[in-house]
């Protein structure tokens, strides 16, 4: 690969790489594709900055495929664009014949390994709306006037961490194109996955974003009918997307759900779920919904599933790993009072106070310590809530830090309704929506993350049936 004086950072010696890996051990070995092999290892603080990191050093097979252009695409695209649901490239490196590169080690690997795991509905929703955000930063969000066409979305692309939070991978066969026009199209050879690639990419040529909509929408069936995108579905059928859209179109689709998850979804559920992903295999490329459309409806899905459980986490958005963890969840005795919030440029800190039947009101703080040098220069709001006063939604802005840490992705900014009133926005509405609303009585509290700011919030909720 050229040097490029910009990437010299990322640059990892081989012989710091071998020792991470046991000189590519097969006990290290977790995975081969059709770009070479991926192997587990333990890169030192003095490589990756932090002690014992943890990393998936993919060795490429320059004869399997992936060549030159395809290598230095992943570099610059990973070292240029940063979101939560992507991967997090750590490094690479180009010397001694070898294509490497360092990737952070997500803990549960690749979707398509748990397709027809024991999953729930609602984390297959969770890991779905993490996938669309994604794919969506990269049509819309990576800067003015280009976006980016990821050009081979499917299950074994989606890694999943600790969590279960979905990171888009593989970004190899990627492209750039503008966004100054009504259509950003690209002339170009087919790339991609059978099963997956769009039919009218493969008998045009021409790639559009509403290409990766395809994709993802044949992900989304994959999540629903616990089965991989080829396979021998019926004498007609060798491809999944085939073998729902004859379910679809007849009123059948009931029949090829996964079994584990049929008798647990909720109808209206998946007639948003199915609805959206149906309209992402139109073959008309003007049919198809935008990532936006898929995300706004995959959280519709994801409310109208909510009623059908008893406790449910929902969320978290912001980090998931800055500051620690923390847990607000309401007695059945208990209801919220209060909510105060110290805010300028995001969320600093956020203090929950309850109230029991006895009248006795306990205050939880969160974030930013009272005593911290810059609380004096915060706002300071609350939101009071009266007897018969329930809160039933949240909505809020996700962004990137722009003090110190300026890779710490936090909440910055907040809104609560209630079944009187909306309070809000506190902080500045930058970065990232996020919005849920939920049924009177259905709201059990809060979870997430908080260091010197509220890093991340999440959601309880239970059945009002």
Known sequence: MSRIPELDHLQIPLEHIKLATNNFSDGNFIAKGGFGRVYKGQLPATISGRPGTTVAVKRLDVKGGQGQHEFLMEVVMLSSYKHDNLVS??????????????????????????????????????????????????????????RVLHRDIKSSNVLLDQNWEAKISD?????????????????TNVAGTHGYVDPLYVATDVLTKESDVYSFGVVLFEMLCGRFAIGKFNDECRYLSQWVKLHYDDGKLDEIIFPSIRKHINPNS???????????????????????????????????????????RIGQWGSSTGGGAWSLQLGSNQKLKKITISHRNWIYSICFTTEDFSGSLDSVHRGLPVHHKTYKALTVSEVDFDDDE????????????????KSLTLITSLCFTTNKKRDGPFGQQIGTRFSVPWD????????????????????????TR
């Open 89 to 146: 490239l750590v490094g690479f490196c180009d010397e001694g014949g070898e294509k490497i590169l360092i990737y952070k080690h997500e803990a549960r690997g690749s979707l398509d390994n748990y397709l027809a795991a024991d999953l729930t509905w609602v984390q297959r929703l969770l890991i779905c709306l993490g996938a669309a955000r994604g794919l969506n930063y990269l049509h819309t969000g990576v800067g003015e006037g280009h």
């Open 270 to 312: 998946l007639l948003a779920f199915s609805g959206i992903a149906y309209q992402c295999l139109k073959m008309e490329r003007k049919q198809r919904p935008t990532m936006a459309m898929i995300i706004e409806q995959l959280q519709i899905s994801l409310e109208l599933q909510i009623g059908c459980r008893r406790i449910t």
């Open 171 to 187: 970004f190899g066969l990627s492209k750039i194109g503008p966004t100054n026009q009504d259509i950003t199209f690209l002339v």
């Open 390 to 405: 329930e809160i039933i939604g949240i909505d809020g802005t996700v962004g990137s830090n722009l003090g110190m840490q």
């Open 440 to 463: 009177l009585g259905s709201f059990a509290g809060f979870f997430g993350r908080s260091g010197l700011s509220l890093d991340a919030l999440g959601i309880y909720l239970k059945s």
